[in-house]
Protein backbone atom coordinates (compact mmCIF):
# COMPACT_ATOMS: atom_id res chain seq x y z
CA UNK A 1 0.00 0.00 0.00
CA UNK A 2 3.24 2.56 0.83
CA UNK A 3 4.44 2.03 -2.85
CA UNK A 4 1.44 2.48 -4.12
CA UNK A 5 1.14 5.42 -2.23
CA UNK A 6 4.76 6.80 -2.88
CA UNK A 7 4.30 5.87 -6.67
CA UNK A 8 1.14 8.15 -6.98
CA UNK A 9 3.25 11.00 -5.02
CA UNK A 10 6.03 10.24 -7.79
CA UNK A 11 3.76 10.52 -11.02
CA UNK A 12 1.91 13.90 -9.17
CA UNK A 13 5.63 15.12 -8.73
CA UNK A 14 6.16 14.50 -12.74
CA UNK A 15 3.17 16.31 -14.33
CA UNK A 16 2.47 20.10 -12.52
CA UNK A 17 -0.67 20.65 -12.82
CA UNK A 18 -0.55 24.32 -14.82
CA UNK A 19 -1.95 26.61 -12.12
CA UNK A 20 -2.83 30.16 -12.71
CA UNK A 21 -3.13 32.15 -9.51
CA UNK A 22 -5.38 34.78 -8.49
CA UNK A 23 -2.71 36.85 -8.35
CA UNK A 24 -2.29 36.58 -12.13
CA UNK A 25 -5.08 37.52 -13.46
CA UNK A 26 -5.35 40.15 -10.82
CA UNK A 27 -1.98 41.23 -13.00
CA UNK A 28 -3.19 40.48 -16.75
CA UNK A 29 -6.86 42.14 -15.92
CA UNK A 30 -5.06 45.65 -14.38
CA UNK A 31 -2.82 45.74 -17.39
CA UNK A 32 -5.40 45.59 -20.04
CA UNK A 33 -5.87 48.82 -21.40
CA UNK A 34 -9.88 49.54 -22.86
CA UNK A 35 -9.43 50.92 -26.21
CA UNK A 36 -8.93 54.91 -26.36
CA UNK A 37 -10.50 55.81 -29.47
CA UNK A 38 -13.61 54.94 -30.78
CA UNK A 39 -15.49 53.69 -34.15
CA UNK A 40 -16.93 55.70 -36.87
CA UNK A 41 -20.53 55.21 -35.77
CA UNK A 42 -19.51 51.91 -34.05
CA UNK A 43 -18.94 50.12 -37.21
CA UNK A 44 -16.61 47.20 -37.46
CA UNK A 45 -14.42 48.66 -40.21
CA UNK A 46 -13.51 45.65 -41.65
CA UNK A 47 -17.06 44.10 -41.47
CA UNK A 48 -17.41 43.96 -45.38
CA UNK A 49 -14.50 42.08 -46.29
CA UNK A 50 -15.18 39.09 -43.63
CA UNK A 51 -18.81 38.54 -45.48
CA UNK A 52 -17.80 39.22 -48.72
CA UNK A 53 -15.10 36.56 -48.25
CA UNK A 54 -16.50 33.99 -46.53
CA UNK A 55 -20.22 31.76 -46.85
CA UNK A 56 -21.29 32.37 -43.86
CA UNK A 57 -20.53 34.55 -40.40
CA UNK A 58 -16.95 33.50 -39.52
CA UNK A 59 -17.44 34.69 -35.86
CA UNK A 60 -19.32 32.53 -33.05
CA UNK A 61 -22.49 33.78 -30.83
CA UNK A 62 -22.18 34.41 -27.63
CA UNK A 63 -24.68 34.46 -25.10
CA UNK A 64 -24.45 35.64 -21.26
CA UNK A 65 -27.24 35.62 -19.15
CA UNK A 66 -25.19 37.41 -16.33
CA UNK A 67 -23.63 41.03 -16.18
CA UNK A 68 -19.83 40.84 -16.55
CA UNK A 69 -17.73 43.71 -15.77
CA UNK A 70 -14.34 44.88 -16.91
CA UNK A 71 -13.24 48.48 -15.64
CA UNK A 72 -15.99 50.76 -16.61
CA UNK A 73 -17.71 48.47 -18.93
CA UNK A 74 -21.18 46.78 -18.08
CA UNK A 75 -21.63 43.99 -20.40
CA UNK A 76 -25.32 43.25 -19.63
CA UNK A 77 -26.82 39.75 -20.91
CA UNK A 78 -27.97 39.08 -24.20
CA UNK A 79 -26.62 37.83 -27.16
CA UNK A 80 -23.23 39.22 -28.93
CA UNK A 81 -21.02 38.41 -31.98
CA UNK A 82 -17.25 37.93 -30.48
CA UNK A 83 -14.93 39.57 -33.51
CA UNK A 84 -11.23 39.69 -32.47
CA UNK A 85 -9.64 42.40 -33.99
CA UNK A 86 -5.90 44.34 -34.06
CA UNK A 87 -6.50 48.02 -33.43
CA UNK A 88 -3.28 50.15 -33.20
CA UNK A 89 -1.31 46.78 -32.76
CA UNK A 90 -3.28 45.75 -29.53
CA UNK A 91 -5.98 42.77 -29.76
CA UNK A 92 -9.47 43.93 -28.66
CA UNK A 93 -12.68 41.52 -28.57
CA UNK A 94 -15.40 43.13 -30.08
CA UNK A 95 -19.23 42.48 -28.82
CA UNK A 96 -20.92 43.41 -31.28
CA UNK A 97 -25.14 43.50 -31.62
CA UNK A 98 -27.54 44.04 -34.27
CA UNK A 99 -24.49 45.07 -36.92
CA UNK A 100 -23.33 47.76 -34.27
CA UNK A 101 -19.91 47.41 -31.86
CA UNK A 102 -21.41 47.99 -28.00
CA UNK A 103 -17.82 46.94 -26.46
CA UNK A 104 -14.41 46.77 -27.22
CA UNK A 105 -12.65 44.71 -24.76
CA UNK A 106 -8.54 44.81 -24.45
CA UNK A 107 -7.36 41.17 -24.80
CA UNK A 108 -5.33 40.35 -21.86
CA UNK A 109 -3.64 36.93 -23.34
CA UNK A 110 -3.02 35.50 -26.88
CA UNK A 111 -1.76 32.26 -27.72
CA UNK A 112 -1.43 29.86 -30.06
CA UNK A 113 -4.46 27.41 -30.71
CA UNK A 114 -2.97 24.13 -29.37
CA UNK A 115 -2.81 21.05 -32.28
CA UNK A 116 -6.11 19.21 -33.46
CA UNK A 117 -8.04 21.24 -31.23
CA UNK A 118 -10.82 21.74 -32.79
CA UNK A 119 -10.97 17.86 -34.00
CA UNK A 120 -11.45 17.27 -30.43
CA UNK A 121 -13.31 19.56 -29.06
CA UNK A 122 -16.32 20.75 -31.66
CA UNK A 123 -18.84 18.33 -32.34
CA UNK A 124 -19.12 16.15 -35.90
CA UNK A 125 -21.76 17.08 -37.85
CA UNK A 126 -24.18 13.93 -38.46
CA UNK A 127 -25.79 13.97 -41.98
CA UNK A 128 -28.98 12.08 -43.16
CA UNK A 129 -28.12 9.80 -46.31
CA UNK A 130 -30.08 12.49 -48.55
CA UNK A 131 -27.77 15.14 -47.10
CA UNK A 132 -24.74 13.45 -48.17
CA UNK A 133 -26.11 12.65 -51.42
CA UNK A 134 -27.52 16.40 -51.70
CA UNK A 135 -23.70 17.73 -50.35
CA UNK A 136 -22.13 15.61 -53.18
CA UNK A 137 -23.95 16.66 -55.76
CA UNK A 138 -23.10 20.68 -54.31
CA UNK A 139 -19.42 19.28 -54.04
CA UNK A 140 -19.43 18.35 -57.25
CA UNK A 141 -20.97 21.28 -59.13
CA UNK A 142 -18.23 23.97 -57.26
CA UNK A 143 -15.60 21.73 -57.96
CA UNK A 144 -16.13 22.78 -61.68
CA UNK A 145 -17.46 26.54 -60.60
CA UNK A 146 -14.70 27.53 -58.19
CA UNK A 147 -14.11 30.63 -58.74
CA UNK A 148 -17.71 31.75 -57.53
CA UNK A 149 -17.35 29.96 -54.53
CA UNK A 150 -16.80 31.61 -50.96
CA UNK A 151 -14.56 30.03 -49.10
CA UNK A 152 -15.10 28.24 -45.49
CA UNK A 153 -14.63 30.83 -42.54
CA UNK A 154 -12.09 29.84 -40.01
CA UNK A 155 -12.83 27.50 -37.06
CA UNK A 156 -13.86 29.01 -34.00
CA UNK A 157 -15.32 28.35 -30.30
CA UNK A 158 -16.08 30.13 -26.94
CA UNK A 159 -15.33 28.67 -23.44
CA UNK A 160 -16.24 30.67 -20.53
CA UNK A 161 -14.79 29.89 -17.16
CA UNK A 162 -16.05 31.00 -13.99
CA UNK A 163 -13.21 31.81 -11.04
CA UNK A 164 -13.71 32.75 -7.35
CA UNK A 165 -13.37 36.51 -8.96
CA UNK A 166 -12.80 36.45 -12.29
CA UNK A 167 -14.85 35.57 -15.82
CA UNK A 168 -12.38 33.79 -17.99
CA UNK A 169 -13.70 34.35 -21.39
CA UNK A 170 -11.57 32.35 -23.91
CA UNK A 171 -12.43 33.00 -27.91
CA UNK A 172 -10.41 30.15 -30.30
CA UNK A 173 -10.71 32.07 -33.89
CA UNK A 174 -8.60 30.38 -36.67
CA UNK A 175 -4.76 29.55 -35.12
CA UNK A 176 -5.18 31.48 -31.86
CA UNK A 177 -6.44 31.81 -28.60
CA UNK A 178 -7.60 34.87 -27.23
CA UNK A 179 -8.76 35.45 -23.28
CA UNK A 180 -10.52 38.32 -21.97
CA UNK A 181 -11.33 38.72 -18.38
CA UNK A 182 -14.08 40.19 -16.33
CA UNK A 183 -14.93 40.87 -12.66
CA UNK A 184 -17.81 38.94 -11.54
CA UNK A 185 -19.12 41.96 -9.46
CA UNK A 186 -18.38 45.58 -10.20
CA UNK A 187 -16.24 46.20 -7.25
Given at each position: ??????F???I??????????DSD??????S???????????????E?E?????????????????????????I?????????????????I?????????????????E?????????N????????????A???R????D??????????P????????D??F???????G???Y?????????
Amino acid sequence: MKNLLYFLIFILMLNPLPVVADSDYDSLYDSAEPMKSRLYNDIDPFEDEDNIKYAWSPYPLFRTSANMYFKDFTIEPGYYILTPRTFSGKDYILFKQNGKVQFAIPVAKKENTPMNFYEANTPKVKLTPMQKFASGVRKKFYDTAKNSMRITPPKSLVNVEVDTKFIILTLYYGEYKYIALFKRSPY
